[in-house]
């Protein structure tokens, strides 16, 4: 599949890049590339392992050079042994192939929510960030990891169902309380770019439930609750692509969750949906939810919502017993529940 950050680079760091891709992909304990300062050398090799998940046994690099040479020799930090190495590419040869098997059959669309239906439910996040966590052993081999490595299985099970994708990155931002690099997906499907963030939806996700807050979003929609990219990425656009609003459980008027609330309630079913009836305010989630308790009470019940603010979609239960919180808010990636 296209190299999308190769794509973008100058000559001379393309130079880098294939000499850092061949040297890796034979193993070698040493190899020269073009001389670049520091941080350029960095960051070619950071975005060839976007661009390449399959290079997942590589974890670092130092380098030497002469005062005037024009060449330096980078060497390679390998997380393991050759021959551990050649072991894990088998095994995640295998695995990709396995999976992908099942998808043959599938159109594109299909295929994308094959993809992120399957990390949402076989893989948990990983907070203590070993170092597979980062690369695709940790999701396809351990089941586990953050969302580094969710976003690169992504794209190498995008890569290998011939669907565009490249992996979006965006810094930290600790005056806001954001310490980490985020990483997410941006695909192609149906000739329109979008967000795919599968770690933000395996973290709202539950057994019985896969979330699809962050399904094919636009520019719009994931900037509610990500940060500006590091990496410029093609544009995406309206958000008609959106699950919600391809299921029909995307609502503009009272109304129409009413009547959907009220076949959950009968159904004793959660109803899951996204208001797009203007902004989500303290006033509008009022309402919402004194619709949502009567409806419920007309069969005895109450309801309790767990809500994903930013992206105003509602998960909403009828338990018999009245709820001590009617209304918890979810935050998505670390799946942590904070008071409303």
């Known amino acids: 599949m296209e190299a999308y950050y190769r794509q973008h680079m100058n000559k001379e760091r393309q130079s880098v890049y294939h000499a850092m891709k061949t040297g890796f992909s034979a193993f070698s304990p040493s190899f020269p590339v073009l001389r670049l300062d520091a941080a350029a050398l960095n960051d070619v090799f950071f975005q060839l392992r976007l661009d390449c998940p399959e290079i997942f046994y590589v974890s670092g690099f130092s380098y030497r050079f002469y005062r005037d040479a024009d060449h330096v020799e980078l060497i390679p930090q390998y997380l393991f042994d050759k021959g551990k190495i050649r072991d894990h590419q088998q095994a995640m040869s295998a695995r990709v192939t396995k999976l992908c098997r099942s998808a043959q059959s599938m159109n594109e669309a299909e295929r994308e929510q094959y993809i992120h239906d399957f990390l949402c439910e076989n893989v948990r996040y990983d907070k203590l960030k070993k170092p597979y966590s980062h690369e695709i052993i940790g999701p396809l081999g351990q089941g586990v990891g953050v969302c580094e490595g969710i976003a690169k299985s992504a794209k190498i099970l995008c890569d290998n169902l011939g669907i565009w994708c490249a992996i979006a990155i965006s810094d930290a931002a600790p005056d806001k309380g954001i310490k980490y690099r985020h990483a997410w997906n941006v695909v192609k499907i149906g000739g329109v770019y979008r967000h795919l963030d599968v770690t933000f939806d395996l973290s709202l996700s539950r057994e019985g439930l896969t979330r699809h807050d962050y399904f094919n979003l636009s520019d719009q929609q994931i900037l509610r609750d990500h940060q500006p990219m590091l990496y410029p990425m093609p544009a995406c656009g309206s958000g008609d692509g959106s699950f919600y609003r391809q299921k029909k459980l995307s609502f503009t008027k009272m109304e129409e ?84």
């Not at 959907?260 to 899951?272: D, G, H, S, Y």
């Not at 989630?285 to 919502?305: F, I, P, Y």
């Open 257 to 340: 969750v009413e009547n959907r609330a009220r076949q959950a309630v009968r159904k004793k079913k959660p109803f899951l949906f996204q208001w797009r009836g203007g902004y989500l305010t303290r006033e509008v989630l009022k309402d919402l939810m004194n619709l949502l308790e009567h409806t419920a009470q007309e069969k005895g019940r109450h309801a309790k919502v767990s809500l994903n603010w930013p992206q105003a979609v509602l998960l909403a239960e009828f338990p018999e017993e009245l709820p001590s919180q009617a209304v918890v808010a979810e935050e998505a990636n670390e799946g942590e529940l904070l008071d409303a």
